[in-house]
């Protein structure tokens, strides 16, 4: 493809794995559990696969739908009284093989199972 084609017909990547982290700002105290446990709510409802960690959570899917559930997640936020919110997202796309979030973690763990203890 050359620039001269109309890239505003391009299509989104049919498999992305977002890894994000939303930040509430504005909130009565310092801990934000309860925000976290709305999202991962709205997450498990949303049939996309996913892992919250400590400092985030990764989901995966086709772009759109990645997009729009994080989208969903800060409407969600706002919408129980938080004002302000700042996402910070991490996305990768491939095309060569069909990769999870499970697979990426699964090949650096069988690099380190070899290794002296």
């Known amino acids: 493809m050359t620039?001269?084609?109309?890239v505003m017909n391009l299509q989104t990547p049919p498999a992305c794995i977002a890894d994000f982290c939303i930040i509430p700002?504005?909130?009565?105290?310092?801990?934000?559990?309860?925000?976290?446990?709305?999202?991962?709510?709205?997450?498990?409802?949303?049939?996309?696969e996913y892992s919250m960690h400590s400092?985030?959570?990764?989901?995966?899917?086709?772009?759109d739908e990645v997009m729009k559930v994080i989208g969903?997640?800060?409407a969600l936020l706002h919408q129980n009284g938080v004002v302000?919110?700042?996402?910070?997202?991490?996305?990768?796309?491939?095309?060569?093989?069909?990769?999870?979030?499970?697979?990426?973690?699964?090949?650096?763990?069988?690099l380190l199972k070899d290794d002296a203890a």
């Open 72 to 74: 969903q997640c800060h």
């Open 25 to 48: 700002l504005g909130t009565p105290t310092a801990s934000v559990s309860k925000e976290v446990a709305e999202v991962q709510r709205l997450l498990k409802k949303s049939g996309l």
């Open 55 to 63: 400092a985030g959570t990764t989901v995966e899917g086709s772009w």
């Open 84 to 110: 302000r919110i700042q996402s910070d997202i991490r996305v990768g796309s491939r095309t060569d093989k069909k990769q999870t979030h499970k697979d990426k973690v699964a090949a650096v763990e069988k």
């Open 3 to 6: 620039f001269s084609d109309d």
